[in-house]
T-cell receptor, first 114, second 116 residues
Framework: GAGVSQTPSNKVTEKGKYVELRCDPI?????LYWYRQSLGQGPEFLIY????????DSGLPNDRFFAVRPEGSVSTLKIQRTERGDSAVYLC????????????FGPGTRLTVL | AQSVTQLGSHVSVSEGALVLLRCNYS??????LFWYVQYPNQGLQLLLK??????LVKGINGFEAEFKKSETSFHLTKPSAHMSDAAEYFC??????????????FGTGTRLKVLA
């Protein structure tokens, strides 16, 4: 079946602009996660959705970052007033229930802020 | 603090040699542990996971890992390296977060190079 998909695969933007990154999880997966992976680092947790609600957003670095999942399926990560330090690969993952379930990752969106 | 440490950011082995990638964790509760592999320009793919059943876990592509509570380790091994194993490997621990949720904490990764 279809895996987790993310669009766009690459996004180049200018400092100060607004960007949206989209994640389409595996059908039926109730849990959805966003991670950020900087060069040479492991993925860093940003936010976790269980259904439509953000169950844990403790990883969001500041209030410029926001994510939604209005219908419990597709999620959008939104970054306002982008900064060069936001440049990274943003990964989305989904799992069936959460907890110890395996997370299935998408290919990521590479964000470059000039 | 809960954490994952991967010793060795780069490991090189000869084709056919043993692969050993080290992972140590710090957790105040029994953890769930995972190894993921990431090929260039691809997403992370699960190799194997430990969820408190057997301590020796077998995964895909001939990899296995052993959970050793006394050493707080979950090292990844493969008896004979293949050229196609060249990739970056991440160890992760799943820990309870706020509101009864779970989240992954990843190590910084180990890049495996296989020499012909």
């Amino acid at each position: 079946g279809a895996g987790v998909s993310q669009t766009p695969s690459n996004k180049v933007t200018e400092k100060g602009k607004y960007v949206e990154l989209r994640c389409d999880p595996i059908s039926g997966h109730t849990a959805l996660y966003w991670y950020r992976q900087s060069l040479g680092q492991g993925p860093e947790f940003l936010i976790y959705f269980q259904g439509t609600g953000a169950a844990d957003d403790s990883g969001l670095p500041n209030d410029r970052f926001f994510a939604v999942r209005p219908e419990g399926s597709v999620s959008t990560l939104k970054i306002q007033r982008t900064e060069r330090g936001d440049s990274a690969v943003y990964l989305c993952a989904s799992s069936l229930l959460g907890e110890s379930d395996t997370q299935y990752f998408g290919p990521g969106t590479r964000l470059t802020v000039l | 603090a809960q954490s994952v440490t991967q010793l060795g950011s780069h490991v090189s082995v000869s084709e056919g040699a043993l692969v050993l990638l080290r992972c140590n964790y710090s957790s105040s509760v029994p953890p769930y542990l995972f190894w993921y592999v990431q090929y260039p320009n691809q997403g992370l793919q699960l190799l194997l996971k430990y969820t408190s059943a057997a301590t020796l876990v077998k995964g895909i592509n001939g990899f296995e890992a052993e959970f050793k509570k006394s050493e707080t380790s979950f090292h990844l091994t493969k008896p004979s390296a293949h050229m196609s194993d060249a990739a970056e490997y991440f160890c992760a621990v799943s820990l309870p977060g706020s509101s009864g949720t779970y989240k992954y904490i990843f190590g910084t990764g180990t890049r495996l190079k296989v020499l012909a």
